[in-house]
């Protein structure tokens, strides 16, 4: 699963962002997720490498979401952040 939004990165922004997430840690209180991004979905697909974004780190509270499997989890944490308003989610 992944999401597109409007992304600033090095101060160069990026209006159709693809961005995967992994989480990389989970406990009782906090979440971390891992964050990937491409300039766009096509650029990923082709195999092009990551941007070299120094704020692909989320910490977020752990918190009571359902979901059907961690990777859901993750990304259901990100769209109850705001952190992300513009994210079109599960692409």
């Known amino acids: 699963m992944a ?12 209006p159709a962002a693809y961005v995967k997430a992994t989480v990389a840690r989970c406990d009782a209180t906090t979440t971390v997720i891992k964050l990937q991004a491409w300039e766009t979905q096509a650029l990923r697909e082709a195999g092009v ?22 990777v859901a989890y993750g990304y259901n944490l990100l769209e109850a952040s705001g952190e992300f308003p513009n994210a079109t989610w599960n692409v």
């Not at 999401?3 to 990026?14: A, E, I, K, S």
């Open 3 to 14: 999401f597109t939004t409007d992304l600033t990165v090095n101060g160069r922004t990026y």
């Open 49 to 70: 490498p990551a941007l070299n974004w120094p704020n692909d780190l989320q910490v977020l509270n752990t918190a009571t979401i359902p979901s059907d499997n961690p």
